[in-house]
């Protein structure tokens, strides 16, 4: 899991999953689906592009571990999930 900070309990963060020139996203594929399972927080107006999956988080926990995991289909027929983590935290 990749931990990406804190939220605040009242906060709306846009996140967005950019797998372009990374080793997992081979030269020439592409995103052909994706889902996003989550833990603690409500996810909204998810979309994604030929290497991005973008989407809106918002807490439903005023303290502690909250995740998102988002589950990659590519045109090739590449398939895997990508973890990300918070921490709420009343700042």
């Not at 081979?26 to 994604?48: F, P, Q």
Request: no cysteine; charged share 15%; proline share 3%.
């Amino acid at each position: 899991m990749k931990v990406l900070g804190f939220l605040d309990p009242q906060a709306r963060r846009a996140i967005t999953l950019d797998l372009a020139g990374t080793p997992w996203l081979v030269s020439g594929d592409t995103i052909a689906t994706h889902s996003i399972a989550a833990d603690g927080v409500t996810v909204s107006g998810d979309t994604h592009t030929d290497t991005a999956v973008s989407f809106f988080v918002e807490p439903t926990v005023a303290s502690g571990s909250v995740s998102v995991t988002v589950h990659v289909t590519t045109a090739l027929g590449e398939a895997d999930d990508f973890t990300l983590g918070w921490a709420v935290v009343d700042t």
